[in-house]
């Protein structure tokens, strides 16, 4: 007997009745999802990254231009106290302008390195406000891509659709008289045979299909006609637990059988 390791498309497709392209869908839909995922993360991380080197390189020439200013202010200060020893030596007029054409060119070229790096103080604020914006903006990205995944995950989980559970379902119960068929709308049609001893290819059918707008499963179709109160009783036991497919097909074909 096949395992669900070794289960292929074409066995699977054979044993449910669902096409090879619904089947691969699955599949598929998983791998994209992410793709997807993994390629947003590496975007994100390489902005991030560049945006990190950038706020350094400009930390760097901030820091470079600290030094410059307070370079120039210690050469200020020198210029100061040699105007004002010149002045009480009684130095000569050129001396005293001089120095103070000297002071005047070091305090003209410390305003400029203060306005430069005021300026790039300015260009690092709104850097580091940006990596900030996107920083948030690649944590919702990350959140909302696991809200996807997870949402599709308990999708396949409720409608039973995972490969795991189609197979081990069928290898459970194909050899009980069980078939499954895809329907209309989304529909998942089951036959019963082997019920009826005296007619053992004697088809019992029920049709279950899950409602969009109340996310709980409907019970459609059932031949032989079934009291209304029993399959309410088996719907609520099933819309409690979306796993208890099991006890799903374990009550219908009781029910079927007290038909006879």
Do not use: W
Request: aromatic share 6%.
């Amino acid at each position: 007997m096949p395992t669900t390791s070794t289960m292929t498309t074409a066995t699977i497709t054979n044993y449910t009745g669902f096409t090879s392209t619904f089947v691969d869908r699955i599949a598929t839909s998983r791998r994209r999802l992410d793709q997807y995922v993994e390629t947003n993360k590496q975007k994100a991380d390489a902005l991030v990254a560049e945006l990190k080197t950038c706020e350094a390189n400009e930390q760097s020439k901030i820091d470079s231009l600290l030094r410059q200013l307070k370079s120039l202010q210690y050469e200020r200060g020198v210029a100061k106290d040699a105007n004002k020893a010149a002045a009480a030596a009684g130095g000569g007029t050129d001396g005293v302008t001089g120095v103070a054409e000297q002071r005047k060119k070091l305090e003209h070229k410390q305003a400029k390195l203060q306005q430069e790096v005021e300026m790039l103080q300015s260009k690092n604020r709104k850097e580091q406000s940006h990596l900030e914006e996107v920083l948030v903006k690649e944590k919702k990205a990350r959140q909302q891509a696991q809200e996807v995944r997870a949402k599709k995950m308990e999708i396949e989980a409720q409608r039973g659709m995972t490969m795991e559970d189609l197979t081990k379902g069928l290898l459970n119960y194909k050899y009980t008289g069980l078939a499954f068929q895809k329907g209309d709308n989304g529909a998942l049609n089951f036959k019963f045979t082997k019920i009826d001893h005296d007619h053992p290819d004697k088809p019992f059918t029920f049709a279950l299909i899950l409602d969009p707008d109340t996310d709980l499963y409907q019970l459609t179709d059932c031949n032989p006609r079934l009291d209304q109160n029993d399959i309410d009783e088996v719907l609520n036991v099933l819309n409690a637990d979306k796993h208890g497919f099991n006890g799903l097909v374990v009550r219908m074909r009781k029910l079927f059988k007290e038909t006879l």
